[in-house]
């Protein structure tokens, strides 16, 4: 079936970086638009970072990332090991959280691929956790 795996979590010190990993599994990357969201203890999940069309075809693709976030966290793809990856540095406590990756496997269009109602594939998720 198809399935996502995210992994990379771990406990890490403030000011330092992680990489999360999410393979994936009965479907292409490539052809599908992808992200990573996050949920904090106490809020809401968020979408973080994710890639997707910017015409509505699996041509032309670009990458999307929260306000919040912007340049700390780099996301990234793999389409030959169906792999998608999420750079996160200068971590903070506020960077605590459970990371899930998820995907659209017919695609979305631009930025609706921060919001979770337009993914339908999600993996179980990893923690991260930065201490200060």
């Known amino acids: 079936d198809v399935q996502l795996q995210a992994s990379g979590g771990g406990l890490v010190q403030a000011g330092g970086s992680l990489t999360l990993s999410c393979a994936a599994y009965?479907?292409?990357?490539?052809?599908?638009?992808i992200g990573w969201f996050r949920q904090a203890p106490g809020k809401e999940r968020e979408g973080v970072a994710c890639?997707?069309?910017?015409?509505?075809?699996?041509?032309?693709?670009?990458?999307y990332y929260a306000d919040s976030v912007k340049g700390r966290l780099t996301i990234s793809s793999d389409r030959a090991k169906n792999t998608l990856y999420l750079q996160i540095n200068t971590l903070t406590p506020e960077d605590t959280a459970v990371y899930y990756c998820a995907a659209n496997v017919r695609g979305t269009y631009g930025s609706t691929c921060l919001r979770e109602e337009y993914l339908e594939t999600w993996g179980q998720g990893t923690q991260v956790t930065v201490s200060s």
């Open positions: 009965g479907f292409t990357f490539g052809d599908s638009a």
């Open positions: 890639i997707s069309s910017t015409d509505g075809t699996a041509y032309y693709a670009d990458k």
